[in-house]
């Protein structure tokens, strides 16, 4: 049984920084993509980052500027650095996996977990 267990968010004022943390657990493929999404009350799901096993990167429309995404593969831990957060940076953010290719197409991501919140103040 995979599971995914996200931590790291909070409530931070605009211009600070978070790192967010995913644990998977249960996953026995040797290849797999892992990302980072968000959603906001009333908004649909949107990717912010995505990586494989072999460390390829994927970000989100104007993501990579100010977040970046890193895992590492040993202890199987997904982490996603922000910085610079700004108040609409403010959602429910959830790790997800799925299968290689790495996608930021969340319909393909079989697994998430329950998310942690980032709330950002201005």
């Known amino acids: 049984q995979v599971q995914l267990l996200e931590s790291g968010g909070g409530s931070v004022t605009s211009g600070g920084s978070l790192r967010l943390s995913c644990l998977v657990c249960?996953?026995?493929?040797?290849?797999?993509?892992l990302g980072w999404f968000r959603q906001a009350p009333g908004k649909e799901r949107e990717a912010v980052a995505a990586?494989?096993?072999?460390?390829?990167?994927l970000y989100g429309d104007s993501m990579q500027a100010r977040f970046s995404i890193s895992l590492d593969n040993a202890r199987k831990i997904l982490y996603l650095q922000m910085s610079n957060l700004r108040p609409d940076d403010t959602a429910m953010y959830y790790c997800?996996?799925?299968?290689?290719?790495?996608?930021?197409?969340?319909?393909?991501?079989?697994?998430w977990g329950q998310g942690t919140q980032v709330t950002v103040s201005s």
């Open positions: 997800g996996s799925s299968l290689p290719p790495v996608t930021l197409e969340h319909p393909v991501y079989g697994y």
């Open positions: 249960g996953y026995t493929e040797n290849f797999y993509t």
């Open positions: 990586i494989d096993s072999n460390g390829k990167t």
